[in-house]
């Protein structure tokens, strides 16, 4: 299987940086894509950002210009680099990976992380 492993979590301050990071470690035999969701007490999941293998990357509006998703393909490793935090950046930040396994099947799979909490006091 694949298991996705997320560090890099913790205390900030407004204004501050904080950097994620999430390995993805199994019986992998290609990765589409990755990227990192949240969820705020009391609101839905939303999605940060994601990058493909070519490199392409999408943001959610409100981190435009705030936070970076990187990729290293392989190391099988994603990013997120967060930088002028609020305390609305406040969440449980997930990571999110689409992989192919090692085997006859050839169809993605999704897999998740358990979850690295990022607290922006103000």
């Known amino acids: 299987q694949v298991q996705l492993v997320e560090s890099g979590g913790g205390l900030v301050q407004a204004g501050g940086s904080l950097r994620l990071s999430c390995v993805a470690s199994?019986?992998?035999?290609?990765?589409?894509?990755m990227g990192w969701y949240r969820q705020a007490p009391g609101k839905q999941r939303e999605l940060v950002a994601t990058?493909?293998?070519?490199?392409?990357?999408n943001y959610a509006d409100s981190v435009k210009g705030r936070f970076t998703i990187s990729r290293d393909n392989p190391k099988n490793t994603v990013y997120l680099q967060m930088n002028s935090l609020k305390p609305e950046d406040t969440a449980v930040y997930y990571c999110?990976?689409?992989?192919?396994?090692?085997?006859?099947?050839?169809?993605?799979?999704?897999?998740w992380g358990k979850g690295t909490l990022v607290t922006v006091s103000s």
């Open positions: 199994g019986s992998i035999a290609s990765i589409n894509y």
């Open positions: 990058v493909i293998s070519g490199g392409s990357t």
């Open positions: 999110n990976a689409n992989a192919k396994l090692v085997g006859p099947f050839q169809f993605g799979m999704e897999f």
